[in-house]
């Protein structure tokens, strides 16, 4: 069934986030309902603060206190999604009676960060030997996909279970669209669909699209060294930039090239 649903792409970048603040003020709208890329216990929390009821560092310190998080990890949630969190009270303005759905399970960013220092310490042994243990990359890469599938699963099914031919709904993903849209077109669904912007992924985003669509196994190892080796270059220019965003542009224009 059409409607005026929508579901707004988001990728890692703060840029990502400042586009869809950008895309919600020069395109008021109804919505019904909000679908927030969030943890479910963090609804209540961005209600609190969408209602004026808290400011932003209160907002964060109360994030941080919730999942009981170390400063690096809560400052890089922060990076990506203050964008969105601050145009909220604006988008509840436009919308009175709108419902805000924090979507995603609670284990979400834990089980998130938990990958995220398997690789970060798997690259700084790499750095340091100057050696890459394919096989030892190849494990945490597939769990982490493994992880990711059945995660973007649940969260899909619950998107599902929101949507509804009367509402419109405005969702915000960050995953496989090719798969949501399946999901949602089973049921008869066809919102639109709009991109944050152009992206180029990062090497590791890579070899999880190849896992996505052969299976690590099937990869050669050359491919897989490949990709690591553009990952520890990457990793480089995320240390000597400021931002994320800065480093990532410099991967895109320049040094991504290198690895085609």
Not at 190 to 210: D, F, I, T
Request: hydrophobic share 40%.
């Amino acid at each position: 069934m059409e409607n005026k649903s929508l579901i707004f792409i988001l990728n890692k970048l703060r840029g990502s986030a400042i586009n869809f603040a950008k895309f919600i003020q020069q395109n008021p709208n109804k919505w019904d309902k909000f679908l927030i890329n969030c943890p479910a216990s963090t609804q209540k929390l961005i209600e609190n603060y969408t209602k004026g009821e808290l400011l932003n560092r209160e907002f964060w310190d109360s994030w941080q206190e919730l999942f009981n998080l170390a400063d690096p990890f809560v400052n890089a949630i922060r990076y990506q999604l203050e964008p969105i969190i601050q145009i909220l009270p604006f988008l509840l303005k436009q919308n009175p009676e709108m419902q805000i759905i924090s979507y995603l399970d609670d284990t979400y960013f834990q089980i998130t960060e938990q990958f995220k220092e398997q690789i970060l310490l798997l690259t700084f042994k790499t750095k340091v030997t100057h050696k890459i243990n394919i096989e030892a990359w190849k494990e945490v890469l597939y769990d982490d996909f493994q992880w990711s599938k059945s995660y973007s699963e649940k969260a899909d099914a619950t998107i599902l279970k929101n949507m509804s031919g009367k509402h419109q709904i405005l969702i915000l993903y960050q995953g496989s669209i090719k798969n949501l849209k399946n999901t949602l077109a089973d049921k008869g669904y066809s919102p639109k669909v709009r991109y944050s912007g152009n992206y180029w992924r990062a090497p590791l985003e890579v070899l999880s699209y190849l896992t996505g669509l052969k299976h690590l196994q099937n990869i050669p190892d050359s491919c897989i060294q490949h990709c690591i080796e553009a990952h520890l270059l990457y990793i480089n220019l995320i240390i000597i930039k400021s931002t994320l965003d800065e480093a990532h542009r410099q991967w895109m224009n320049n040094t991504f090239k290198l690895f085609i």
